[in-house]
């Protein structure tokens, strides 16, 4: 294969989907937690999309919740996590805040991103499932800061 690409043929990601357990309560931290605005809702999938005016995110209720195996990132191929930049460089209070909202579990708590200096970033389940990951650069234009 001689044709090398030397740009992206992508532009960051449109939207994210994820399959999640309770809709409701999915859609409901989305919404009143991190203050997205409800696009739509479509019951017949059953689905809801919300966005946070840079991405959307698709929200599909299992048909089955109860016979839904839970993923295993060391066992099964699929997303491992999302990571959503945050504009705040409270991410202390941002946590406390999540941590508290019904049906969301902690996997990681707040603490300095290893990897990237000064960043620092905490790990939840969300109501319905999914492993996301908030994730703080302070000072540094669209990857979480408050500038």
């Known amino acids: ?84 930049a945050v504009a705040t460089d409270d991410l202390v209070a941002l946590f406390d805040r999540l941590a508290a909202w019904p049906g969301v579990s902690v996997d990681v708590t707040p603490r300095p991103n290893l990897a990237v200096e000064d960043a620092s970033h905490f790990i939840i389940f969300i109501p319905g499932g999914p492993r996301v990951e908030f994730y703080c650069t302070p000072g540094v234009a669209g990857l979480g800061s408050a500038t």
């Not at 992508?10 to 409800?38: C, M, N, Y």
């Not at 999309?49 to 060391?74: C, H, K, N, Y």
């Open 1 to 84: 294969m001689s044709d090398l690409r030397t740009t992206p043929v992508t532009r960051g990601i449109h939207h994210l989907g994820f399959a999640v357990s309770d809709l409701p309560a999915a859609r409901d931290f989305f919404v009143q937690a991190l203050g997205h605005k409800l696009l739509g809702e479509n019951p017949d999938y059953p689905a809801a999309f919300v966005t946070d005016d840079t991405t959307m995110i698709t929200l599909w209720g299992l048909l089955d919740p109860e016979s839904a195996p839970q993923f295993d990132r060391r066992r099964y191929p699929g997303l491992h996590h999302a990571a959503f």
